[in-house]
């Protein structure tokens, strides 16, 4: 058979079932760290819950996601996952899926690996989503997810730290309703809750932002204003209704 009937017979098999994502569909990439629970008790002394330089690591991982090709408007992070919301015209890859989930995960887990120093892996999929609300309720769902485990973490590691096994402190937790969570911490760990890190309890998020610098014009040596677009990272979220109307107005300034 010639090479152009073998490649024109053997693509089909590869391509058919190709998915692309509709145009004017919103596009959120889910990235997650693939088995961190055993990275970060058993590979690496990470402090638990929270640790920062894991975070950082986290931070320094979305920085790259945000610039290697693809158009992210705003970044969402909480424990081991990454969720990037892309722009309403992004078109990469004619927008195969297989490719964003594909590239993501390579880039994510490259990344981090120089970071950390390790080997450590990342998943990816991709959320399809009809409408802006849509896309507002699954941030929003991704940070009461976020409330929910940091009130686990903190529970969980202070029974490890009382000497309980991991099986032991799953049990603990085990039909135990969130103010109940609060209470036993306050009242048995001391912790207060509401005093933790605001990016433990809420994750945290980069998004563009103008600067604005002062330069000089080299033809005429007047001092002159240029705007650049810079990455913020932002650790201290609003929470709830506050958050839904931070990511609703990064995302209509784009429509
Ligand atoms: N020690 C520590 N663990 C963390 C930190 N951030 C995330 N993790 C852990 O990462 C894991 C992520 O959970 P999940 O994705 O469900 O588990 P996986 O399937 O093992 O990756 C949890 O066990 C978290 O406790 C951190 O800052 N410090
Ligand atoms: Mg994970």
Redesign the pocket.
């Known amino acids: 058979m010639k090479f152009t009937d073998l490649d024109r017979h053997m693509r089909i098999y590869e391509t058919a079932h190709d998915h692309c994502a509709l145009p004017g569909i919103y596009l959120v990439a889910r990235i997650?760290?693939?088995?961190?629970?055993?990275?970060?008790?058993e590979i690496h002394d990470?402090?638990?819950?929270?640790?920062?330089r894991?975070?950082d690591y986290m931070i320094e991982t979305i920085e790259h996601l945000m610039q290697c090709g693809f158009r992210v408007i705003f970044a969402y992070s909480q424990?081991?996952?990454i969720n990037l919301l892309m722009h309403p015209q992004e078109s990469s890859f004619s927008r195969k899926l297989r490719k964003y989930n594909s590239v993501l995960a390579a880039e994510a887990s490259a990344r981090f690996s120089l970071s950390f120093g390790h080997l450590a892996t990342f998943d990816c999929r991709i959320s399809q989503l009809p409408q802006v609300d849509d896309v507002i309720r699954y941030f929003r769902w991704r940070q009461d997810d976020a409330h929910r485990?940091a009130l686990n973490?903190h529970c969980y590691w202070f029974h490890r730290k009382q000497g309980l096994s991991d099986q032991e402190a799953h049990q603990k937790l085990m039909g135990v309703s969130n103010s109940e969570k609060n209470e036993f911490l306050f009242t048995e760990a001391g912790i207060n809750f509401n005093e933790i890190p605001t990016w433990e309890r809420r994750g945290f998020s980069l998004y563009w932002q103008d600067q604005v610098r002062l330069g000089t014009n080299p033809k005429t040596g007047e001092s002159q204003e240029s705007k650049r677009q810079v990455l913020k990272v932002d650790l201290e979220l609003p929470m709830k209704h506050g958050f839904e109307l931070m990511v609703r107005n990064i995302l209509e300034a784009q429509l």
Do not use: I, M, V, W
């Open positions: 997650d760290g693939r088995c961190f629970s055993r990275l970060t008790k990470f402090k638990a819950p929270y640790d920062e894991f975070r424990s081991d996952e485990n973490g």
